[in-house]
């Protein structure tokens, strides 16, 4: 049992770590300025505002976004591979272990209320993501750029990060007087709908991660090649579907588009058959049988 | 599995080929460029 509490606690702290990390200019919280210096031409692999004033690294939606704005000009090659190597190496585990927003989002679930559960509705909805993708990231940025006008629709109509992390914190900041002056529509817009999806993720587990977050969607193409994360071994599976009962997210199979990794299944499986892994290296859970494991 | 470690091979090549081309086409520094702005549309003022 005290196994068993050990791991998920060891997940929390990395995403902690991982959260402070990609935060770590504190000094720009004091001053109400974002950092300028050049770590910011390297992405973050999860969805961390760059203008929140702690941010030392790019978020890599704002800058796919800003390359596909930018693509008539210069082809986004840069983005695109920073994005493909996160895929490949580190896949959605890097949203069970590795993003801010999903270590808030869980916090949130943690208040004690009555709870959303799984659904067919719930499944459904976790398509949505796939759509936003398309449409905020890829088709708005583009479909602006061939007429002159760069806008991260993502960014500018529904990123609660950025409004949580870059706009509540620089707007609270006495010496920032003159943003607080640009202050619209727009902006009670994305409040709004940032306490929506905050108040959502209180009774739906990931609410944002699951239904909207094109960055997950984006990991989740590559969730059958990606070298880190939850894998399951067909040959001791037996289909009792424990671990599909037991997950909080709409998974229809261990490792797939929506599993996030969290690694939750991997005690509850009877069989012994669901191991976390690094390519072939076992890194929790049950050592592959032998002659399995031989190259 | 000889496929996908092939396909994951390619991938992963193609990936940093797409890195280093980035870096000399200039899209690294248009990402930095960005990211030292304050980007009004993230914190919804633009």
């Not at chain 1, 599993?259 to 012994?272: E, N, Q």
């Not at chain 2, 009004?40 to 633009?46: Q, T």
């Amino acid at each position: 049992m005290a196994e068993m509490r050990k791991k998920p606690m060891t997940r929390r702290l990395i995403q902690l770590y991982s959260a402070l990390l990609y935060n770590a200019h504190l000094k720009g919280f004091a001053e109400g300025r974002i950092y300028t210096g050049p770590l910011k031409n390297l992405c973050v692999p999860g969805l961390n505002c760059y203008s929140c004033p702690g941010a030392v690294a790019a978020c890599p939606l704002g800058a796919l976004q800003n390359a596909v704005a930018a693509s008539a000009d210069r082809p986004a090659f840069y983005v695109v591979g920073v994005l493909l190597l996160f895929s490949l190496l580190l896949g959605r585990v890097i949203c069970g272990f590795l993003c801010p927003f999903g270590l808030l989002q869980e916090l949130l679930h943690r208040i004690p209320t009555k709870k959303v559960q799984k659904s067919p509705l719930t499944r459904g909805l976790s398509r949505l993501k796939y759509a936003v993708l398309l449409l905020f990231v890829l088709g708005i940025p583009a479909w602006f750029a061939f007429r002159g006008l760069p806008l991260p629709g993502f960014c500018k109509f529904i990123c609660p990060a950025g409004t949580l992390e870059g706009a509540v914190s620089l707007l609270l900041h006495p010496a920032n007087s003159a943003l607080r002056a640009m202050i619209g529509g727009l902006f009670w817009w994305k409040c709004g709908l940032m306490l929506l999806i905050l108040t959502a993720c209180v009774f739906v587990f990931r609410a944002f991660c699951r239904f909207l977050c094109p960055l997950g969607a984006l990991y989740g193409l590559m969730a059958k090649l990606a070298l880190l994360g939850v894998k399951l071994d067909e040959g001791r599976c037996t289909d009792c579907g424990a671990c599909l009962r037991a997950c909080p997210v709409d998974i229809r199979k261990v490792g797939d588009s929506e599993c996030v990794h969290c690694g939750s299944c991997i005690d509850l499986c009877p069989a012994r058959a669901i191991s976390f892994r690094a390519g072939r290296i076992v890194l929790r859970g049950p050592e592959l049988p032998e002659k399995e494991a031989r190259p | 599995m000889k496929t996908k470690q092939a396909l994951w091979a390619a991938l992963f090549v193609l990936g940093l080929a797409l890195v280093v081309l980035g870096i000399l086409n200039g899209g690294a520094q248009d990402v930095l460029a960005k990211a030292i702005r304050l980007c009004s549309e993230c914190i919804g003022l633009g």
